[in-house]
């Protein structure tokens, strides 16, 4: 069974950063992508970014040049920095992990909350 379990949400000035962090454990193919989506009030959920098994990254308009999305491959952790956070960025920020092999794999963590408000 594949968990992941996020941390590093809270409460943060506009202006000011936050780390998140998303753990899985359990058996997972090497090859995946690990995503961040996020769903503020009243809206549907959208990805924020992600990154392959190979590094490679993809970001959203809204949050290019300010977030930055790494992963260790070694502990099976993605991590999401966001810099320069604004109120619109208020929302439960979701990890997401996919893979492919003969089926689709998608499993989601829990959501942490990131408020930014003054």
């Known amino acids: 069974q594949v968990q992941l379990v996020e941390s590093g949400g809270g409460l943060v000035q506009p202006g000011g950063s936050l780390r998140l962090s998303c753990a899985a454990s359990g058996s997972i193919f090497s090859r995946n992508v690990m995503s961040w989506y996020r769903q503020g009030p009243g809206k549907q959920r959208e990805l924020v970014a992600s990154?392959?098994?190979?590094?490679?990254?993809n970001y959203a308009d809204s949050v290019k040049g300010r977030f930055t999305i790494s992963r260790d491959n070694a502990k099976n952790t993605v991590y999401l920095q966001m810099n320069s956070l604004k109120p619109e960025d208020t929302a439960v920020y979701y990890c997401?992990?996919?893979?492919?092999?003969?089926?689709?794999?998608?499993?989601w963590g829990q959501g942490t909350q990131v408020t930014v408000s003054s």
């Open positions: 997401n992990l996919v893979w492919y092999r003969i089926a689709q794999y998608d499993y």
């Open positions: 990154i392959t098994s190979g590094g490679g990254a």
